[in-house]
């Protein structure tokens, strides 16, 4: 059976995300970036994409990471997993994609805009929802998740970005 090169994938799409936190200038962290293309194109999420075969989730996590904004760090545990389904108006689905959301552990780097990042930046999670910024869906549900596993966990390498 053949498709057409627009029409959606027929099974879902694993992908990962990379979620480190660190305390940047008194406030607890995390790495945001504006996605630059479709779908969701303009809008804040986590550093994320495809699982590549024979990679981990946790690897890909800590890899997508480093390309969409230049920051290194170590893949930790596992935090959720969500199930992303967009529909357009007339409820059809346009694809389906599982993602598998990891703790990263910061190592080095500033975020820096690459890869399909339009913007990224560090962003104190206690006042995410009220900068203004189009997040994604559960981002802010994310980011308080990650910040109380963070919070819990051991610190072996540096726990702040030097600036």
């Not at 699982?51 to 990471?65: F, K, M, N, P, Q």
């Not at 959301?101 to 820096?112: D, I």
């Amino acid at each position: 059976m053949t498709t057409s090169p627009t029409a959606p994938p027929r099974r879902p799409i694993l992908g990962a995300l990379g979620v480190v936190c660190a305390h940047v200038e008194g406030e607890d962290c995390v790495i945001l970036v504006k996605r630059r293309n479709p779908p969701n194109a303009g809008t804040w999420g986590f550093p994320g994409g495809h699982v590549e075969l024979g990679e981990t989730a946790a690897e890909a996590a800590a890899r997508e990471l480093q390309e969409e904004t230049g920051v290194i760090a170590e893949p930790g545990a596992q935090l959720m997993t969500l199930d992303v389904i967009p529909r357009d108006a007339d409820g059809v689905v346009g694809g389906q994609y599982f993602l598998v959301a990891t703790l990263c552990h910061y190592v080095s780097g500033q975020p820096v805009p690459d890869d399909d990042a339009l913007e990224a930046r560090w962003v104190p999670v206690a006042r995410i929802e009220a900068l203004g910024l189009d997040l994604l869906d559960r981002v802010a549900e994310l980011a308080r998740l990650a910040q109380a596993r963070w919070r819990q966990e051991p610190r072996s390498a540096p726990i702040a970005p030097i600036t």
